[in-house]
């Protein structure tokens, strides 16, 4: 069982940056890939960006030259670097991992949620 803790959400302005974490209780080498979700109010949740173990990423279009994901196999970290935020961008955003060889799946690993807001 492994636990997915995110954190470094916040209000920034818009064209501001944030960094997100996502620190694991255990070691996330084993997870071929993770992603981070956001979740706006009344919207569904979004797959934002994902990272395999290979280091092999890819983008929702909405966020494409915006946002960077990373992750640190030997801190059992993963990072989502958001820059050029916009109002649009204001969600909870996930960590997530899969529990098994399938993903995305109902049994994945996932964090608490981190609040992000941009505005004014």
């Known amino acids: 069982q492994v636990q997915l803790v995110e954190s470094g959400g916040g209000l920034v302005q818009p064209g501001g940056s944030l960094r997100l974490s996502c620190a694991a209780s255990?070691?996330?080498?084993?997870?071929?890939?993770m992603a981070w979700y956001r979740q706006a109010p009344g919207k569904q949740r979004e797959l934002v960006a994902r990272i395999t173990n290979g280091g092999s990423t890819s983008y929702a279009d909405s966020v494409k030259g915006r946002f960077t994901i990373s992750r640190d196999n030997a801190k059992n970290t993963m990072y989502l670097q958001m820059n050029s935020l916009k109002p649009e961008d204001t969600a909870v955003y996930y960590c997530?991992?899969?529990?098994?060889?399938?993903?995305?799946?109902?049994?994945?690993?996932w964090g608490q949620g981190t609040q992000v807001t941009v505005s004014s």
């Open positions: 255990g070691s996330i080498f084993s997870f071929y890939v």
């Open positions: 997530n991992a899969p529990r098994g060889r399938t993903w995305p799946s109902n049994d994945d690993y």
